[in-house]
């Protein structure tokens, strides 16, 4: 099973950016369809982003309050997925997580569709 680990996390003022990266070991990279979780205090972990095996921009999925502002990534042969974060909000505000998974790019959108996930990085807006 692919292991992750979360990096690029931080505080940043509103309107700033930050681009998170995951860079995953001890499996195919490309056999694994990557998603972008985030989990505020007190809320349930939410979907961010999502991307195919293949990667590119038709690839991608988003919720809807960062379309525009935010963009997924991937390199296979770095083995990394990015989340580039632009117009940053405060409700932002988050513990972010990547999730791998494994042999296809359907329901990407579901966090039980994912078995391997990162340990997270703290993502801080301040208004």
């Known amino acids: 099973q692919v292991q992750l680990e979360e990096s690029g996390g931080g505080l940043v003022q509103a309107g700033g950016s930050l681009r998170l990266s995951c860079a995953a070991s001890g499996g195919t990279f490309s056999s694994y369809a990557m998603g972008w979780f985030r989990q505020a205090p007190g809320k349930e972990r939410e979907f961010v982003a999502a991307?195919?095996?293949?990667?590119?921009?038709?690839?991608?999925t988003y919720i809807d309050s960062v379309k525009g502002r935010f963009t997924i990534s991937r390199d296979n042969a770095e083995n990394t997925v990015y989340l580039q974060m632009d117009s940053l909000k405060p409700e932002d505000t988050a513990i972010y997580y990547c999730?791998?998974?494994?042999?296809?790019?359907?329901?990407?959108?579901?966090?039980?569709?994912?078995?391997?996930w990162g340990h997270g990085t703290q993502v801080t807006v301040s208004s």
């Open positions: 999730a791998a998974r494994f042999g296809s790019d359907w329901d990407l959108g579901r966090k039980s569709a994912y078995k391997s």
């Open positions: 991307i195919s095996r293949a990667g590119g921009a038709g690839g991608s």
